[in-house]
């Protein structure tokens, strides 16, 4: 379980020193739950975000156990490290969407003809309880030639769920490569 710490204040010299001193700015927030301004250890959030077996993980703030779901981030953009996290409550059984990350399985037959396989929807928006949300949506490209492309209407939601994206979306396909 993650654990963090509760920011006193949200002012920029303060925000500067827990940055320096390796911590990852979080904040966190729900339908029905008072927002708490957090800070992480950098190096322990990344590697439990790595690690985690589902969607949501829990974390531990100011003597509360949380079950969250990251929302946004933020990146340097230089140097690419993480400077700004955005955690949203995931209570059990409250439908809301969530975005999920898509991964792909297999060595597509595209890639002998020449072709590379191009992920054009990283992540995609998912409505349900987070009981039934995946840990990521895989798709198998095994079939796939130059050419082909998989739109998110050839894909199978999960039990218990539905996608909010247009259903004419493109989420892999196999490009020519030049």
């Known amino acids: 379980m993650l654990e963090g710490i509760v920011r006193e204040s949200s002012t920029k010299g303060a925000v500067k020193a827990l940055r320096r001193d390796g911590y990852l700015i979080a904040n966190i927030y729900g339908k029905g ?28 703030v100011g003597g509360k156990t949380i079950d969250v779901v990251v ?7 230089i140097t690419g490290d993480l400077v700004h996290v955005d955690l949203q409550v995931a209570p059990k059984g409250y439908v809301t969407d969530y975005l ?7 060595t597509p037959v595209g890639l002998k003809n020449k072709g590379m396989l191009h992920i054009s929807k990283r992540r995609l928006r ?12 895989v798709i198998d490209v095994t079939e796939m030639d130059l050419g082909d492309a998989k739109l998110i209407r050839d894909l199978q939601a999960p039990a218990g769920t539905q996608f909010m994206d247009n259903d004419r979306v493109a989420v892999v396909g196999i490009i020519k490569a030049k």
Do not use: C, W
Request: proline share 6%.
């Open 71 to 77: 929302k946004e981030y933020q990146s340097h953009p």
């Open 100 to 106: 999920v990350p898509v991964t792909t399985s297999g």
């Open 33 to 60: 739950f008072e927002n708490i301004n957090a800070a992480f250890k950098n190096n322990d959030y990344i590697r439990a975000v790595r690690n985690k077996e589902s969607l949501a993980f829990g974390i531990k």
């Open 126 to 137: 998912l409505r349900g309880a987070i009981e039934a949300m995946p840990a990521a949506l």
